[in-house]
Structure formats: structure tokens, C-alpha cells
């Protein structure tokens, strides 16, 4: 699969920058993490150290005491900030994966709509997903790698404290993790970024799949379809093993280093006692220290590979984050834009889904219709002809290829491509063929359209939809809950709450894209009743699956092979006796029974 328009994904030092933005914007919570996680190294790095005076005490005769005393003390101390010190890094974390969190989200709902377009669905919701859970999840592993890293540098403070040359003889470790890493980190980085990129790749198929489940169906696709989620699978798979088998060779490195480092540290320390410079204890204090440092290096070294593949999904996000959002609108075509009835004026409108230009990946070639204030227009034609395309564009989703798109009002006139997202949504309802009903009561699902919207104004909302009868009949009225996981409601009922929402929105225009397609034979009749309730009144463009609500627009427009072929009033086509007639003759036919 092409990942020619997959959304970008930050460089490593972007990554950084932006995590680093994100801590010191909760500086409360930072200062505690340092604080305590530098307390609890520090008690991790003495308690060695005072076991190996303890050595020293007992090879001398001395009272042992004050060194249990202190012994003690410095356990307890330390397992306390130890505890607090996870607990305030995990904190940390938290609210650093939340505020990432809600950039993301924010920045996709606000992305711009050519750039979600291109970069497909699947991209987009693997981001919002896989890797906000990736990189949350990952919370915990910061605060190890934090008190890791403070303890290795404590602890070589306190080699150097027992002697210098103790303490060359811990550094020989590091050139056997920094060779180890050398060969790794190359490796790691782009296997995991790899690994994501997959990832993303499956999640579009899965998500086509469950969206086109109803023409898998249909044309029995399943078997198809299950072998290209199989092969998506696979790829991610390979990918993943691809990464742990480098991440193995890491492991087996870091077991090496640690036995050479023990073994250079106790022969450095065998000369020493017997030359006098150290005493036993200082010996078996930096064996002990050496020993208490293979979890904290474990973990710092063996975190490289969740850090790279955290780093990976916090690339992606910040790749999210930093994308740009659509343009404000100018503000002398947001004064010119009407607000009141409008005109459509569509002028040479081109589109294309490929960066191509090439004529034959034109979608849409050149379309030129104009809509009169408070009048309907159908469009019909077969499926592949751009319908949906040109509903598309009419209604803001996303900016055509070419041509332009303006609203003709008495106070003015604006360019569509010159207006922002909610200038669009203020003048420009739109009404696809699949309509989503959010979890939560149906007061709430009406008044996203208008949250000052009174109860008496979604009563009347839902009564010029025909939906207040059923509504009304609900157990709780509009305090039922619907949407996933509670109260299922039909597609035809689905719709008729997305009419109700553009009803309380009240744009003078109004994009029906097959909105009456889902309501199935037996509410096909009331859905298109309502669907011309909302139209009424308002300049329309109505993509028609059902030629009968075609014939009651004012307007029809024939597409084929993404240009108008046919124009004029139903009687007008019908004694064209073009496309449009030869279509509706075939709609009007009765069925032959079998027989």
C-alpha cells in the first residue's frame, strides 16, 4: 500500500522538544519526579556503600551499631521516596500523555480536509489510538528510565568516592553497551517506525472492511477481504519479529558487558587489598554497588527497546500535532459572505484524488451549475459518476482540485475556498448517506447542532422531521440514551436526527448526499417526506439514490464520467428523452412477476 500521503511523522529532536514543552508546562509535577526519584537513587547508591562498612567494622572489631543504625534508616528512607518517587513520575507522565493527547485529537478534528482526504482514515485512527495508547502505556517506563539513569550517574560518584581506580574498572562495562547500542540503535529506530507504519496499513483495511460490511456482503467478499486483512497482518508481524530479533542481540550484548564489568571490577579489587590502597569493605561495597547496578542498567538498556518504539509512536503524534490546520478565513470575504437565502454559483469545479493532473484521474471535469436562492437541484446519474464528489466539494468537506464555489447573497458574495470550517458549517449543512449518533441522551445528540437549543426547540425540530411521535414514545423522551452500547435506533431514525440537527442548525444551504439511501423500502417514504420538510425553504443540492425524490427538486442535473450531461426540470428531461428519461423509465417500470 502507498504511503505517499501517510501523515508526517516529527524527527527525533522535534520529538524531544516537544515532550520537553510538555513536562515543564506542569513544572509542580516535574520538580516533585526530580526531586524524589533523586532521593531514592541516592538512598539505592548508600545502602552498598554502608554494607561495605559494615565489612570493614566487623574486620576491625569496632561497634557495628551506629553503621546498622544508619543501615536501617537509609532503607526504610529510601524505600519511602522510592514509592513516592514512581508515584509522582507516573504523575508526570499522566499529565504529559494527557496534554499529548488532547493536541492530537484536537489537531485531527481541526486537520485540514485534503490532507485527512489523502491520508485516508486508517492513518488517522491508528494515530488517535494505537499510538496515544502506545505512547501512554510508556508512562511507567519513563520513570524507569529517570531513576535508572540518576542511579548509574550516582553510583559513579560513588565508585570515584571508594577509588578512582575502582571506579575505571566499573567504566569498562561501557564500551561493551556503547559498541552493543552502535549496532542497534541504527537498526531500531526505522524497524519500529516500520512496525507503525504497518500498523496504520492494517487499521485502513480493517476499517474498510467493517464500513463496506454491507457490500463484503453483498458481493460475498468476505473470503477477499479476510485475505487482505491476512496479508496486512502478516506484514505487521514480519515487522514486529523484525525488531526483536535486533533487540535479542542487544540482550544477550548487555549479559556480556555485565560479566566482564564484575570481573575487571574484583580483580581491580583483589590488587588493591593486597597492595593496601583499599580496604576489604571499600572492595565489597563496590562489588555490591556493581551488583545493585545490574537492574538499573538492565533497565536503561533493555528501555531502548520500548523507548524506540514509544519514540516511534511519539514521532507519529507529533507529526499530528504539527500539522496545519485549515486557514482562518479572509476576513473581507467572511464580511461579504451572506448569511441570509443564498444562490449557488459552481464554476468549472475539477477534482482529483491523485497529485497526478492527469485528465483520466479527474473525478469531476469541468462542472458549471447554478442554484437559485431557495430552490432544489437533484443530482443523479450512476455510481462512479462523481456524485458524491461534487457533494463533497459543494459542501465544504474538502476543496475541490479546480473551479470555484461561491455563495451569491443580497449583502455579497464569497468563495468557499475563502471561508474557514465554521463559516462553512454556519452557511452549508450537510447530510451524508451514513449518519453517526453519539453516545449519550437524544437532548444531547440534537444539541450539538445548537447548545442553547431549548427542549421546545428540538420538540419542534423533530416534528418537521416526522420523528416527534417515536421520540416521544422513548422510555425517557429526550433523555433516552442512544448511541453505541445503548439504545439502538434504525438507520431511517438515524437520519431523521442528523434532518433535526440541520433543522435547529438552520443554514440557508443544505447538501443531502443519498440521505435517504439507508432507510430501506419501508421508510424510504417517510425519510424522503422529511428530507423535503428540511429542504424547503432553502437552496438545495440533493444527490438522489431514488429518482422519485429527484422529481420533486426544482432542478436536475445528469452526471457521467464527472460532467453534467443533462439539465432542466423533471417534465423537461422527461421530454428530453435523454439519460434521464431512459433512467426514470426503467425506475418506473413495474416489477415483472416470476413465474
Given at each position: 500500500?502507498?504511503?505517499?500521503?501517510?501523515?508526517?511523522?516529527?524527527?527525533?529532536?522535534?520529538?524531544?522538544?516537544?515532550?520537553?514543552?510538555?513536562?515543564?508546562?506542569?513544572?509542580?509535577?516535574?520538580?516533585?519526579?526530580?526531586?524524589?526519584?533523586?532521593?531514592?537513587?541516592?538512598?539505592?547508591v548508600?545502602?552498598p556503600?554502608l554494607?561495605?562498612r559494615?565489612?570493614?567494622?566487623?574486620?576491625?572489631?569496632?561497634?557495628?551499631?551506629p553503621?546498622?543504625?544508619?543501615?536501617?534508616?537509609?532503607?526504610?528512607?529510601?524505600?519511602?521516596?522510592?514509592?513516592?518517587?514512581?508515584?509522582?513520575?507516573?504523575?508526570?507522565?499522566?499529565?504529559?500523555?494527557a496534554?499529548?493527547?488532547?493536541?492530537?485529537?484536537?489537531?485531527?478534528?481541526r486537520?485540514?480536509?485534503?490532507?485527512?482526504?489523502?491520508?485516508?482514515?486508517?492513518?488517522?485512527?491508528?494515530?488517535?489510538?494505537?499510538?496515544?495508547e502506545?505512547?501512554?502505556?510508556?508512562?511507567?517506563?519513563?520513570?524507569?528510565?529517570l531513576?535508572?539513569a540518576?542511579?548509574?550517574?550516582?553510583?559513579?560518584?560513588?565508585?570515584v568516592?571508594?577509588?578512582?581506580?575502582?571506579?575505571?574498572?566499573?567504566?569498562?562495562?561501557?564500551p561493551?553497551?556503547?559498541?552493543?547500542?552502535?549496532?542497534?540503535?541504527?537498526?531500531?529506530?526505522?524497524?519500529?517506525?516500520?512496525?507503525?507504519?504497518?500498523?496504520?496499513?492494517?487499521?485502513?483495511?480493517?476499517?474498510?472492511?467493517?464500513?463496506?460490511?454491507?457490500?463484503?456482503?453483498?458481493?460475498?467478499?468476505?473470503?477477499?477481504?479476510?485475505?487482505?486483512?491476512?496479508?496486512?497482518?502478516?506484514?505487521?508481524?514480519g515487522?514486529?519479529?523484525?525488531?526483536?530479533?535486533?533487540?535479542?542481540?542487544?540482550?544477550?550484548?548487555?549479559?556480556?558487558?555485565?560479566?566482564?564489568?564484575?570481573?575487571?571490577?574484583?580483580?581491580?579489587?583483589?590488587?588493591?587489598?593486597?597492595?593496601?590502597?583499599?580496604?576489604?569493605?571499600?572492595?565489597?561495597?563496590?562489588?555490591?554497588?556493581?551488583?545493585?547496578?545490574?537492574g538499573?542498567?538492565?533497565?536503561?538498556?533493555?528501555?531502548f527497546?520500548?523507548?524506540?518504539?514509544?519514540?516511534a509512536?511519539?514521532?507519529?503524534?507529533?507529526?499530528?500535532?504539527?500539522?496545519?490546520?485549515?486557514p482562518?478565513?479572509?476576513?473581507?470575504?467572511?464580511?461579504?459572505?451572506?448569511?441570509?437565502?443564498?444562490?449557488?454559483?459552481?464554476?468549472?469545479?475539477?477534482?482529483?484524488?491523485?497529485?497526478?493532473?492527469?485528465?483520466?484521474?479527474l473525478?469531476?471535469?469541468?462542472?458549471?451549475l447554478?442554484?437559485?436562492?431557495?430552490?432544489?437541484?437533484?443530482?443523479?446519474?450512476?455510481?462512479?459518476?462523481?456524485?458524491t464528489?461534487?457533494?463533497?466539494?459543494v459542501?465544504?468537506?474538502?476543496?475541490?482540485?479546480?473551479?470555484?464555489?461561491?455563495?451569491?447573497?443580497?449583502?455579497?458574495?464569497?468563495?468557499?475556498?475563502?471561508?474557514?470550517?465554521?463559516?462553512?458549517?454556519?452557511?452549508?449543512?450537510?447530510?451524508?448517506?451514513?449518519?453517526?449518533v453519539?453516545?449519550?441522551t437524544?437532548?444531547?445528540?440534537?444539541?450539538?447542532?445548537?447548545?442553547?437549543?431549548?427542549?421546545?426547540?428540538?420538540h419542534r425540530?423533530?416534528?418537521?422531521?416526522?420523528?416527534q411521535?417515536?421520540?416521544?414514545?422513548?422510555?425517557?423522551?429526550?433523555?433516552?440514551?442512544?448511541?453505541?452500547?445503548?439504545?439502538?435506533?434504525?438507520?431511517?431514525?438515524?437520519?431523521?436526527?442528523?434532518?433535526?440537527?440541520?433543522?435547529?442548525?438552520?443554514?440557508?444551504?443544505?447538501?443531502?448526499?443519498?440521505?435517504?439511501?439507508?432507510?430501506?423500502?419501508?421508510?424510504?417514504?417517510?425519510?424522503?417526506?422529511?428530507?423535503?420538510?428540511?429542504v424547503?425553504?432553502?437552496?438545495?443540492?440533493?444527490?438522489?439514490?431514488?429518482?422519485?425524490?429527484?422529481?420533486?427538486?426544482?432542478?436536475?442535473?445528469v452526471?457521467?464520467?464527472?460532467?453534467v450531461?443533462?439539465?432542466?426540470?423533471?417534465?423537461?428531461?422527461?421530454?428530453?428523452?435523454?439519460?434521464?428519461?431512459?433512467?426514470?423509465?426503467t425506475?418506473?417500470?413495474?416489477?415483472?412477476?416470476?413465474?
Open positions: 500500500m502507498s504511503t505517499s500521503h501517510a501523515l508526517p511523522v516529527a524527527t527525533g529532536r522535534r520529538s524531544a522538544t516537544v515532550l520537553a514543552r510538555a513536562a515543564t508546562r506542569n513544572p509542580g509535577e516535574l520538580a516533585a519526579a526530580l526531586v524524589t526519584t533523586t532521593l531514592a537513587s541516592a538512598g539505592t548508600a545502602l556503600l554494607l561495605g559494615a565489612v570493614d567494622v566487623v574486620r576491625t572489631g569496632t561497634s557495628l551499631t553503621v546498622l543504625v544508619w543501615l536501617s534508616v537509609t532503607a526504610v528512607a529510601t524505600a519511602v521516596v522510592t514509592a513516592l518517587a514512581r508515584r509522582d513520575a507516573e504523575r508526570l507522565g499522566a499529565s504529559i500523555a496534554d499529548l493527547r488532547e493536541q492530537v485529537v484536537e489537531r485531527s478534528l486537520m485540514s480536509p485534503r490532507v485527512l482526504e489523502r491520508a485516508g482514515s486508517g492513518d488517522v485512527a491508528s494515530r488517535v489510538t494505537e499510538d496515544v502506545l505512547f501512554t502505556s510508556s508512562v511507567q517506563l519513563g520513570a524507569t528510565v531513576a535508572s540518576l542511579t548509574v550517574l550516582l553510583s559513579a560518584v560513588g565508585f568516592s571508594l577509588d578512582w581506580r575502582l571506579a575505571l574498572a566499573f567504566c569498562v562495562v561501557f561493551v553497551y556503547a559498541l552493543s547500542l552502535r549496532d542497534y540503535l541504527p537498526k531500531a529506530g526505522p524497524l519500529y517506525a516500520r512496525e507503525r507504519a504497518v500498523a496504520a496499513q492494517r487499521s485502513t483495511v480493517v476499517l474498510q472492511s467493517f464500513h463496506g460490511a454491507s457490500t463484503v456482503h453483498a458481493y460475498e467478499m468476505a473470503q477477499l477481504q479476510g485475505a487482505r486483512v491476512e496479508v496486512a497482518s502478516e506484514r505487521t508481524i515487522a514486529s519479529l523484525a525488531a526483536l530479533a535486533t533487540f535479542a542481540r542487544l540482550s544477550v550484548s548487555m549479559n556480556g558487558a555485565e560479566a566482564v564489568g564484575l570481573c575487571s571490577l574484583l580483580l581491580t579489587g583483589f590488587l588493591l587489598v593486597r597492595g593496601g590502597d583499599v580496604s576489604v569493605g571499600d572492595v565489597t561495597g563496590a562489588a555490591l554497588l556493581f551488583h545493585r547496578l545490574f538499573p542498567l538492565g533497565s536503561l538498556l533493555l528501555s527497546d520500548e523507548v524506540q518504539r514509544a519514540a509512536a511519539l514521532g507519529r503524534l507529533v507529526g499530528v500535532t504539527d500539522l496545519p490546520v485549515a482562518d478565513a479572509d476576513p473581507a470575504a467572511l464580511a461579504r459572505a451572506p448569511r441570509e437565502a443564498v444562490s449557488l454559483r459552481i464554476r468549472g469545479v475539477r477534482h482529483s484524488y491523485s497529485d497526478s493532473g492527469a485528465d483520466e484521474d473525478v469531476l471535469r469541468g462542472i458549471d447554478d442554484v437559485p436562492a431557495g430552490t432544489s437541484l437533484a443530482v443523479v446519474g450512476e455510481s462512479g459518476a462523481g456524485k464528489t461534487l457533494a463533497a466539494v459542501g465544504g468537506v474538502f476543496p475541490a482540485s479546480g473551479g470555484t464555489i461561491t455563495l451569491v447573497g443580497r449583502s455579497g458574495a464569497a468563495d468557499l475556498d475563502e471561508l474557514d470550517a465554521v463559516a462553512v458549517r454556519e452557511r452549508i449543512g450537510v447530510i451524508a448517506q451514513e449518519s453517526h453519539f453516545t449519550g437524544l437532548r444531547e445528540d440534537l444539541t450539538l447542532a445548537r447548545p442553547d437549543a431549548t427542549d421546545a426547540d428540538l425540530a423533530l416534528a418537521v422531521v416526522g420523528a411521535d417515536w421520540v416521544e414514545a422513548l422510555p425517557d423522551g429526550l433523555g433516552t440514551r442512544v448511541g453505541p452500547g445503548e439504545l439502538p435506533l434504525s438507520p431511517a431514525r438515524q437520519q431523521q436526527l442528523a434532518l433535526a440537527r440541520i433543522v435547529l442548525r438552520d443554514p440557508p444551504v443544505v447538501v443531502l448526499d443519498e440521505a435517504t439511501a439507508e432507510a430501506g423500502s419501508a421508510g424510504a417514504r417517510d425519510l424522503e417526506q422529511s428530507a423535503v420538510a428540511v424547503a425553504g432553502r437552496t438545495a443540492l440533493v444527490v438522489a439514490h431514488r429518482l422519485s425524490q429527484a422529481a420533486v427538486c426544482d432542478a436536475i442535473a452526471v457521467e464520467r464527472g460532467q450531461t443533462e439539465l432542466g426540470s423533471h417534465a423537461e428531461l422527461l421530454k428530453l428523452g435523454g439519460r434521464y428519461a431512459r433512467l426514470w423509465d425506475w418506473s417500470r413495474p416489477t415483472t412477476p416470476g413465474p
